[in-house]
């Protein structure tokens, strides 16, 4: 069989929807070694995990033959049929126009509407193409996969879409997250980034919707001796927490760490003694099932999907309650029996989500369409 893939995050992006597309396409090809998976995509990055990634015999890039800034939503199609795909896949929130038209089974991700959601945290034109592009792509598809049960209710609600057509298939992590590192390697990592011996963690875009400036709140009613280190990209929100840091005189507890090469990031889940993910609004949240296959507790915020991700054994609380979240803080760094109930349930739980199990329920997805 092949099947074709929307590819230029795959082939362009170093995180987010770029890691999902590898990993999800990286899987089936190892996993289902018979298929043929052409990635298309009209330009392609040089970096050592995309380069990696291409390397396998049952991958392709498939760049343009005759390409023109509408080759990827309408020319597309002739290439498509030039090399006899059966499936096409569009990774994130589009596919192209008159697919229908054609024999090509199509299949949409959507990973999230927060765009519909919360509309305050997009520029109007971006929320606008955002939404036309989605809504066009789930009328037009004869598959959607939400990778929550969360973003399934949304694309039923907002969209009007037969719940039929919607499946959930949730997403896993980085195999790389799943594997205690020894002691030598952690103990290289926390020297390289000068990690203090005891820390909360957060990873994630330091923009409004991820509230980190909650956890800030909430730090200062935490012992001293517990530092906060933040992984993530920073926005023009990352003022509003330096200005909340100053206000309550924690600068010297908040460690930024910037650029962080892929491979140290399992390193500093492990080393951490809690996670905080206090997001108003995910689609899924994989920095979540990151730590719990890191053996780490987490602490993540009501109101979206989050609930899915961590699982009963994790603690939530309202991503308003500054005071709620110092309390569940407390709670779980003061009670050893706690965390090391946390660790075990956590990872027992998080296996829903791994990737044998995953792969093969979109590869059963597929030749459910093509039935």
Known sequence: ?????????????????????????????????????????????????????????????????????????????KDLAQDNVQIFHGLSHEIPFAIQHTRIKSIVTIHDLIFLRFPQYYKFIDRKLYEWKSKSACKRADKIIAISEKTRQDIIELYGVNPDKVEVIYQSCDDSFKTPLPATALKRISLTYKLP???????????????????????????????????????????????????????????????????????????????VYPSFYEGFGIPVIEALYCRVPVIAATGSCLEEAGGANSFYISPNDANGLATAINKILSDSSLQKEMKEKGLEFVQKFNSPLVTQQLMNCYLNILS
Do not use: C
């Open 197 to 275: 011996e005891k820390y909360i963690l957060n990873v994630g875009t330091i923009e409004e919707r991820k509230n980190l400036k909650l956890i800030v709140q909430a730090l200062k009613n935490v012992d001293e001796e517990y530092k906060l280190v933040v992984i993530g990209k920073q926005t023009s929100y990352f003022k509003e927490v330096e200005k909340e840091m100053e206000k309550l005189g924690l600068r010297n507890r908040v460690i930024f760490l910037k650029n962080i090469p892929f491979a140290d990031l399992p390193g500093i889940y492990q080393m951490a003694n809690l996670f």
């Open 1 to 77: 069989m092949n099947i074709g893939y929307d590819g230029k995050r795959a082939a362009n992006n170093l995180t987010g929807l770029g890691n999902y597309s590898r990993f999800l396409i990286g899987h089936l090809a190892d996993q289902f070694p018979e298929n043929q998976y052409l990635v298309y995509s009209p330009k392609i990055k040089s970096a050592r995990q995309i380069d990696t990634f291409f390397e396998k015999k049952n991958i392709e890039l498939k760049l343009p033959r005759n390409g023109n800034f509408l080759w990827r939503t309408l020319n597309i199609l």
